[in-house]
């Protein structure tokens, strides 16, 4: 079984420029997180999708993100216009159910952005 | 505000050489407290979940237990290859989708 994948696994990108990262799920899980890590912080939870709808976003930084997930399978993080302060590993994660209930979520490898 | 802190930071064993890692919460409402496994350049691999004071889980050469406001992983006799970045994460009753993650604790055993 395919686990979760991200793309691209790393991004250089001049200040004010714009990113997509992409997140494709393990088959069958509907719900969908994506989670960052800034230089030296914590994992730090951006937002939620169960299917396509959002069901938590309260992590989101800004409005220069913006997450969907059209059809509830893959899902897109843009970042639009990039500020250095951007710069980090972002995760996506997938769960049969919600991480409320057994808190085992499957992430992925990260795609790591670089905001110069 | 619900808080992870985790220590060590980082913690240098000999093969063989049992220790703990600690997790200290501050949480309203405890839904569960998780235990991750890091390796470089990896994501998060998922370990234990604790929902309960008392309560312990096991697996191979670990075993987590929490009490009311701590969390402790014990490592058994490690090999090299339990060495990884160790998270400890918990999930507040009120949110059903954030998982608030500690800085983790960095575990390195020697051969």
């Known amino acids: 079984e395919a686990g979760v994948t991200q793309f691209p696994s790393h991004s250089v990108i001049e200040k004010g420029q714009t990113v997509t990262l992409r997140c494709d799920p393990i088959?069958?899980?509907?719900?969908l997180y994506w989670y960052r890590r800034v230089m030296g912080k914590e994992i730090k939870f951006l937002l939620h999708?169960?299917?396509?709808?959002?069901?938590?976003e309260s992590g989101m930084p800004n409005n220069r993100f913006l997450a969907e997930r059209t059809g509830g399978t893959y899902s897109t993080l843009k970042v639009q216009p990039a500020e250095l302060e951007d710069s980090g590993v972002y995760f996506c994660?997938?769960?049969?159910?919600?991480?409320?209930?057994?808190?085992?979520?499957?992430f992925g490898e990260g795609s790591r952005l670089t905001v110069l | 505000e619900d808080q992870v802190t985790q220590s060590p930071e980082a913690l240098r064993l000999q093969e063989g050489e049992s220790s703990s890692l600690n997790c200290s919460y501050t949480?309203?409402?405890?839904?569960?407290l998780f235990w991750y496994r890091q390796d470089p350049g990896k994501g998060p691999e998922f370990l234990f979940t604790?929902?309960?004071a008392g309560e312990e889980k096991e697996k191979e050469r670990l075993k987590a237990t929490l009490t009311k406001k701590e969390s402790f992983l014990h490592i058994t006799a490690p090999k090299p290859e339990d060495s990884a970045t160790y998270l400890c994460?918990?999930?507040?009753?009120?949110?059903?989708?954030?998982?608030?993650f500690g800085s983790g604790t960095r575990l390195s055993i020697r051969p």
């Open positions: 994660a997938s769960s049969q159910v919600a991480s409320g209930t057994t808190g085992e979520l499957f």
């Open positions: 088959s069958g899980h509907d719900n």
């Open positions: 999708f169960v299917k396509e709808s959002k069901q938590d």
């Open positions: 949480v309203s409402g405890l839904r569960g």
């Open positions: 604790l929902y309960s």
């Open positions: 994460a918990v999930q507040a009753g009120s949110s059903a989708s954030k998982i608030i």
